[in-house]
């Protein structure tokens, strides 16, 4: 269950959000080579690989993930698209020594990299599989989306957001790095930055709900075990009163670096 929330919340995000991500892929096709080969590092439910080989013709692209059950759906959903001679998997942890690749124009890290036991290696990685020239694209979350911004119950998303930073930190995710000074060690030039604060307004089309519903049920369930009954109460009072609710809205922070090998 936890599983399937996960996918669809990546699926819902890039619906939800599609005008951030096409306007990511027409910037990333601008900058790549003709036919580019594209890797997606921590590829997941496959929002990046299909935008990138929908939008970015001639392009092939590699998913790599650690995960099967996502790469399974990925496959099942490139096939339903017609994008299944384009799109290929790789089933390998990326904390572990990466698999060849074979020649690489686009490495794609699309709230991944956050997820590396040792970035600076991952990043060392990524140099290493590009030929010179070729891009590598990282995005990540300044802010987890919020969607009670402004209502009575902003207090009760912001406490569950307060102890999602925590568990994250507890373990080892690397949220709030310093992504361009970490780029440019490993090597990386032509480094360009681009911040979108994104907001969605009150009333959400029906997809932005349902993001609301499978995101906010999400962090209720994996903070079962970490708020007082009095918080967690509240978060169920809310998640509950979810459907029907026209006061929500999506405000959501994300940094996106290109860089050139
Ligand atoms: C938050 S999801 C992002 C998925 C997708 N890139 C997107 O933007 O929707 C992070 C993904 O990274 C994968 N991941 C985490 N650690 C990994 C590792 N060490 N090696 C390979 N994949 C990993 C997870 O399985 C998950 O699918």
Redesign the pocket.
Known sequence: MAHDHMIEM?DL??EVLHDYHSDVIAWVGREAAENPRIV??????G??SLALARELPGARVTA????PE?LAHLRARAQQAGLGDRIGTVE????EPWPAFGPVDVVWA???MH???DPAQALASAFTVLGPGGLLVI?ELDSFPRFLTGTPDEPVEDAGHAEMDKRRHEAGLHMHENWGERIRQAGFTELTERHFDIALPAPLPPAAARYAVVTLSRMRHGLEDRLTATDLAALDRVVAGLPGRDDLSVRTDRTVWLARR
Do not use: F, N, Q
């Open positions: 990546l995000d890039a997606d590092l921590g590829a997941g439910s929002t990046g790599v993930d650690v995960d996502m390998a942890d990326l904390d699309a709230s991944s997820h590396m036991a995005a």
